[in-house]
C-alpha cells in the first residue's frame, strides 16, 4: 500500500448532479495530482494542486475543480456530471511535484 | 504534447513464460514511470527509471534515453502479474504531470 487513501470507493450519480471526492496524500507529500482513467484507456491529467494552489491542469472542462487543504490533502469537485464522465478517478501524492505513488481511486458511475 | 505508445496492447502467457513489453516516447523526458494496475484499480510503482536498467525481483527495466524507448521485462511469470501494465513519463517543461501509454494487459494462464 502507498499511504494514499481515497474516498468514496465506489460511487453512483445521476446526470446533472455534482460530486465531491477525496483524497488524503501521504505523509510529508506536499503535491497532490488528480487523473480520470476511462474503461480500457490510460489516465489522464486533470490537474495538481502544490501547496494549496493549482499547479497546472489537463484538457478538462472548468466544471472539473479541486481543492488543496493545509494538511495537503485535496477534493476533486465535478459540477453538472455527464455520462461521460463514468470513470476511476486516481489521485497521486508526490514531495515537490515529480512523480506520484497512487491511491486505490474512485470509481464513479453516472447514469 | 508529448506522445507515449506502448507494445503490445495483449499479451497471453503461459505461466513461467517471460516476457518483454515495449513504452516508446516522442520527446526527450525527465523521468519514466512503469506501473502494475491490478484487477482492482490500484496502480503500483514499478520502476522511476529515466535511464539505464533496474531490477526488482522478477522485473527488471531498461531506458534508453537517447532512442526514447523502455522495455520491461517480466521473469518466470505468474497469475498474480496478470493485469494491466502502463509506463508514464513526466517532463518539466510539459507541466507537472505524468503522461501514460495505453497500457500492455497481460494475463497469465496457469
Known amino acids: 500500500e502507498t499511504g494514499v487513501t481515497q474516498s468514496p470507493t465506489h460511487l453512483i450519480k445521476t446526470r446533472g448532479q455534482q460530486v465531491t471526492l477525496r483524497c488524503s496524500s501521504q505523509s510529508g507529500h506536499n503535491t497532490v495530482s488528480w487523473y480520470q482513467q476511462a474503461l480500457g484507456q490510460g489516465p489522464q491529467f486533470i490537474f495538481q494542486?502544490?501547496?494549496?494552489?493549482?499547479?497546472g491542469r489537463g484538457n478538462f472542462p472548468p466544471r472539473f475543480s479541486g481543492l488543496q487543504f493545509p494538511n495537503y490533502s485535496s477534493e476533486l469537485n465535478v459540477n453538472a456530471l455527464e455520462l461521460d464522465d463514468s470513470a476511476l478517478y486516481l489521485c497521486?501524492?508526490?514531495?515537490?511535484?515529480?512523480?506520484?505513488?497512487f491511491g486505490p481511486g474512485t470509481r464513479l458511475l453516472v447514469l | 504534447g508529448i506522445q507515449v505508445e506502448q507494445s503490445p496492447p495483449d499479451l497471453i502467457l503461459q505461466e513461467g513464460a517471460n516476457s518483454t513489453l515495449r513504452c516508446n516516447f516522442s520527446?526527450?523526458?525527465?523521468?519514466l514511470q512503469w506501473f502494475h494496475q491490478n484487477p482492482w484499480g490500484q496502480l503500483i510503482n514499478l520502476f522511476y527509471?529515466?535511464?539505464g536498467t533496474k531490477q526488482n525481483g522478477r522485473l527488471s527495466a531498461t531506458t534508453v534515453a537517447t532512442e526514447r524507448y523502455s522495455l520491461l521485462y517480466i521473469s518466470s511469470s505468474q497469475t498474480t502479474d496478470s493485469g494491466v501494465y502502463f509506463c508514464?513519463?513526466?517532463?518539466?517543461?510539459?507541466?507537472?504531470?505524468?503522461?501514460f501509454g495505453g497500457g500492455t494487459r497481460v494475463l497469465v494462464k496457469p
Open positions: 508514464a513519463v513526466f517532463l518539466w517543461a510539459a507541466g507537472n504531470k505524468l503522461t
Open positions: 527509471i529515466p535511464s
Open positions: 497521486a501524492s508526490s514531495w515537490e511535484l515529480a512523480g506520484g505513488d
Open positions: 520527446d526527450s523526458v525527465n523521468n
Open positions: 494542486y502544490y501547496r494549496e494552489e493549482e499547479n
